[in-house]
């Protein structure tokens, strides 16, 4: 009986063996492919805005002192947009010809805008400044006198 009895105990740890070594590494499976689609939006171009102060210097007079405004140009898009350039006008707020009686545009000379221009990020402010004098033209520039000379802005 002893020889019986070692021989279903080497059955016994030899099947557990078994079953431990190779039992874990049987698998099965079934492969496959799919495909499908998505969608994203983007957004759209959001206009910069311009704020400008009033400019600062001596009174403008004909071929007299040179006055300094400062402006900042605002990216209110919620990404980054490319600020690629600023100019300067005298020129009503919708960007239409200003006249004042004789006293017009071509009285007034308006410097390029200095301003760093490139990538603007979603919500950020680039300050500018930019300078205006009056011109002497050599003629009567008396509907010049005590006008407030609008600056039109424009951002690309």
């Known amino acids: 009986m002893s020889k019986v009895a070692g021989r279903k ?3 016994i740890i030899t099947t557990a063996a078994l079953v431990a070594i190779g039992g874990g590494a049987a ?3 079934w492969s496959a492919t799919g495909t499908g689609t998505g969608e994203a939006s983007t957004g759209e171009t959001v206009a910069f805005t311009v704020l400008s102060t009033p400019a600062t210097g001596d009174a403008l007079s004909p071929g007299g ?3 300094t405004a400062a402006f900042t140009v605002t990216n209110g898009n919620t990404g980054t947009q490319n600020l690629a350039s600023v100019t300067a ?5 919708d960007g239409t010809e200003w006249t004042a009686g004789n006293c017009s545009a071509a009285d007034f000379l308006v410097g390029s805008p200095a301003i760093t221009t490139g990538q603007l990020a979603a919500g950020a402010v680039a300050n500018g400044t930019v300078t205006i004098q ?7 520039q008396d509907d010049c006198q005590g006008v407030t000379v609008p ?3 424009e951002a690309k």
């Open 134 to 140: 009056m011109v002497n033209r050599n003629a009567n």
């Open 151 to 153: 600056l039109y802005f």
């Open 89 to 93: 006008e005298v020129a009503n707020a």
């Open 65 to 67: 002192p040179v006055q």
């Open 9 to 11: 105990k080497r059955i």
């Open 27 to 29: 698998f099965a499976y």
